[in-house]
């Protein structure tokens, strides 16, 4: 029986598996600027992770366990990057301002909202087999809000929702199954009004993601928190969100199954690196990617088009067999 456990275990941990950690608005800014919140403290992890600061003038590097490539958000159409056109490249590996002449956001227009409705990354996954989940909480104002049209869905719940994968809600973030935007869940006590949400250190957090990453398939977690501070926060908050980010990659760093899991942490366009004003950047983005096959991956990665094939070649290649 125990040995039966063990080799469920084995096969449990065996399962391909990638956690995408979509950062909203956190592009490369300079080494020099003084409101750049990158360079106000210091970061380890996320610097062990990328081999150095997140910085515009670092060129793409590999290290023994993660890669890190600055990657082009502009898609060589002229004006500041938008979320829509953005989160709609990465979701379907096309250059959506390309093809409609323009960035947009932050929610995505009708145009957009049928690029994603008719194919996306996670339909494709689900199509193949593969499960998608959404490691992002909601709170029930917010599913209230959609169903009275009071709010309509920015591009990742939109892309989701049309794959059939449901969106967490306020019982999964009590079940401990899924997660809060800020990590820790301290914005669910203090803002959202629900006294029992579970409270992690972002280090626990990043365990917990790492874990539940490793049940297999695509398990995404939406950051926006980066874009809101970058568009309303000061310097000092920017800061104390970089750290709690960095307690979550300590975690990740700790606990990732580098085997089987490929970690992908990517953005859409710049915003909070620059807080010298409160607008997007044409700054290029980092993606960084921890574990399996990162180095050959991050070789394919130049524009935000490029990331969903990494996604879709990570889980659906044949199992090595040596
Ligand atoms: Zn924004």
């Known amino acids: 029986m125990s040995k039966l456990i063990e080799i469920d275990n084995d096969r449990l941990h065996s399962k391909n598996h990638v956690l995408f ?8 800014g300079n080494a020099s600027a003084q409101y750049n919140p990158f360079m106000q403290v210091e970061l380890p992890h996320l610097q062990a992770l990328a081999g ?3 910085l515009a003038e670092r060129s793409r590097w590999s290290g023994e366990r993660a ?20 989160q709609a490249t990465l979701l379907t590996g096309q250059n959506i301002p390309q093809q409609l002449g323009y960035h947009w956001g932050p929610k995505p227009n009708a145009e957009i909202v049928h690029i994603l409705q008719s194919d996306n990354l996670f339909m494709r996954l689900t199509r193949a087999g593969q499960t998608v989940r959404m490691a992002n909480a909601y709170p029930q104002a917010y599913f209230d809000n959609i169903a009275r049209g009071r709010r309509n869905y920015s591009a990742i719940p939109l892309a989701l929702t049309a794959a059939g994968v449901p969106l967490p809600t306020t019982a999964d973030l ?11 869940g301290q914005a669910w006590r203090a803002e959202l ?3 029992d949400a579970p409270l992690l250190t972002p280090q626990v957090a990043g365990v917990q993601l790492a874990k539940s990453a490793q049940q297999g398939g695509l398990l995404f977690f939406e950051c926006w928190l980066t874009d809101y501070l970058g568009h309303r926060g000061t310097l000092s908050e920017a800061v104390q969100f970089l750290q709690v980010l ?19 942490i990517t953005a859409d366009h710049g915003n909070l690196e620059d807080l010298s004003h409160k607008h997007h950047t044409e700054n290029a983005v980092p993606t960084l990617l921890l574990g399996k096959h990162h180095a050959q991956f991050a070789q394919t990665v130049h524009d935000l088009a490029d990331i969903a094939s990494v996604v879709s070649q990570s889980l659906l290649e044949l ?4």
């Open 246 to 264: 960095d307690g979550v990659v300590a975690g990740l760093l700790e606990a990732w199954d580098d085997a089987h899991g490929l970690l992908v």
């Open 193 to 195: 009004g629900v006294p």
């Open 67 to 86: 890669s890190f490539v600055p990657t082009d958000a502009g898609l060589g159409v002229a004006g500041k990057p938008q979320s829509a056109t953005g």
């Open 21 to 28: 950690l979509f950062l909203d608005g956190v592009g490369l």
């Open 52 to 54: 150095g600061y997140w």
């Open 319 to 322: 199992p090595s067999t040596n």
């Open 174 to 184: 009590l079940a401990g199954t899924a997660f809060s935007a800020d990590f820790t």
